[in-house]
């Protein structure tokens, strides 16, 4: 006899920034309560596994943390006191600072700030139609891709690449600088089925002993900021040992002739002393990729949140072409799709109405911006009124002092519409509450895969929370901002958006949930050409051409990035005052700050912790468990030291982002990270950090 009750199953899609974007079947207990949620398995990406903090979403969406009514700041800013106040209010006092913003000051005083909380397309950019439609400053998105989709940008092209789902079909996958087993579950799943059906290999190259590093059977530990000197020397091997395809070097890329003359004096055994890693390892390595034409590299983004994160990502992206591994099915390179979509966003973004010539602020920056450094306004108006959704600067953003500094100004005003009572919705004025995933409808893309999917509404909102939508149109309509798409539907929005990109509409999309709309192998294999005018590979990049939303004009020492792939040594390397780096890799149960609120990714995580080489910390006095403080140019954290043999000598991870407040003195790990920018568009180096650690 069956004695459960009868639980339904709805359909939706993770929203969380991570490339898998999964295909969710999720229990709906009542209109207001669901129950497990598992990975759909008739999706041929998902293939009915996702990570463990979604799978317990229920813990974050019934968590008793949830704002559920606005709120109005009633005690000093940043102290996180406040009272409830209604919906009209509090949109009628925030539409008023931005009338009173722009009357003084001008539209670009007025920053709409946000990032990547849900990635759908309605609920993260519709923000943007009210920002173009008013014309306030823009906001340049660093925070994650500039670095990376730059350095792939410089070769290819194109943000695109192999269906990933092609690694079932690998003799072998190269996982570099990411860390699927953390961040992105399913390429794991789709590795242990090339293992299973052709004994594919596993090589991962990490600055430590990752969970993915754990499975791999060929081990890269290298230094961190040094992938550009272990892809030179590999090449190098390739090209000695006769590995590289000439006929496709010469049919797809632009110069490899000079390119392996470059190589010849980036030896392995130059790159080991760069790496700090046996030459020995670097030739095995070069070896297998060498002898295996189905080689899948799948380039994560780790390894370019660095200074030298894009030529680092552009060297990479050199191997595949050298070897021609991108004509092999199971070959070639994976780092994101996210160009592939092509979609038209004039109607959720209002780019129709986007005036030329406005200020694009860096986000990355957002601590020096509020602090009206001269750099940053351009010669524009200060910032007086900060709209934030989707985003937790307060906590993600680098140099986490001035940030804090900035947000404390008396004289800005911040509305900040959140799930949480956040480290930056503590500093607002007013706080707005927001629905979650499955209390709205949108759609989404898959970074990692090639889907798009619907995203369902499955159960009621509790308390007042509002939708971003719903948000956006109502300021809209108070602040006189004008555009059709306030007026349309979550689901109009997504039905226009798909009709005018050529794509199914929404009727068949909510009828099969997805739709795959990977392009033929011969383009994403690049086989009809690259992503320029030639159709070539760029082994000698032009960092000035590569462009990046984030910026009109290049910026960081751009002088200093290698035409042809180098070490590039724009890094943070130790000195005597700070003799070690620090890189703040994802922990695997926090997805940036989000779930860091929910009690068994707290649980599993422990409490904040940094890895330390048990030499270090025998030469440093210090015992495996001990309270230590991390300085930077920047500032000081407090950890506990964790002795971790897993990576090289004067290298320290602190897996993150805990909240602030888990760190004595509330420093969370971004006060000791730098907002300076790296060269060609910026982007966090969060990863590339000179520091000292001694006794707390
Ligand atoms: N659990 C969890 N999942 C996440 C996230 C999270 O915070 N937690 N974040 C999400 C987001 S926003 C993103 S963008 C993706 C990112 O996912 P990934 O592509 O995996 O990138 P990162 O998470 O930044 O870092 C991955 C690995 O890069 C390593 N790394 C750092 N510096 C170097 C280096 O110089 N060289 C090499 N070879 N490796 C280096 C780090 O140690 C880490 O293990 O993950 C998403 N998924
Ligand atoms: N030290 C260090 N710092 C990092 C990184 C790192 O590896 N190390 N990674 C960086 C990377 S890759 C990224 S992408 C950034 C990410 O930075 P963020 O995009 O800020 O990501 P989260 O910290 O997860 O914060 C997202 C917030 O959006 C809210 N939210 C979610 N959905 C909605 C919604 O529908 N409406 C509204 N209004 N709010 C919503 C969530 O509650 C959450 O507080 O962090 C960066 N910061
Ligand atoms: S693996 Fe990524 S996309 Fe899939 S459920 Fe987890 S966070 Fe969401
Ligand atoms: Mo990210």
Redesign the pocket.
Known sequence: MNILPNIKTGISVC???CPSACALEVEVLDERTIGRVRGAKDNSYTLGVICEKVSRYAERIHHPDRLLHPLKRKGPKGSGEFQRISWDDALAETAEAMLKAEADYGPTSVWPYF????M?YV??DGINRLRHAKGYSNLGDT??VALSWSGYLAGTGSVSGVDPREMQVSDLIVVWGGNPVNTQVNVMTHVAMARKNRGARLACVDIYETGTMKQADLKLIIRPGTDGALACAVMHVLFRDGHADWAYLEKFTDAPREFAAHLKAKTPEWAAKICDIPVADIEAFARLIGETKRTFFRIG??FT?SRNGAPNMHAVSCIPAVTGAWQHEGGGALHSNSGMYRMNKTMIEGLDVRKPGIRILDQSRIGAALLNDPYDLQGGPPVKMLLV?????A????DQTKVKQGLAREDLFTCV????M?E?AKFADIV?P????LE?DDIYQGGGHSHLLYGRKLVEAPGECR??HE?ICDLARRVGAEHPGFAMSPRELIDWTLVNSKKPGLDLLDQESWVDVMPDFEQAHFLKGFGFPDGKFRFRADWRKVRFRSTEVPVGPVEMLPGFPDHCETIEEATADYPFRLA???ARTF????FNETPSSRKREGRPTVFVHPDDLAALGLADGQKVKVGSARGTVTLHARAHAGQRRGVLIAE??WPNEAHEDGQG??TL?GADQPAPNGG?A??DNRVWIRAA
Request: glycine share 8%.
């Open positions: 929203p969380h920034d990032y990547a909380g849900t759908g609920m993260r925070f994650c983004y780790g949140r959704q989707n985003t937790n600067p906590s993600v953003a680098p519409h959140e799930q949480f956040t930056t707005l927001a629905t979650m995933f709205h939708n971003n948000v703040t890799s994802p997805l940036n700050s989000t993150s982002i790990i971004n990270t966090g969060f990863h």
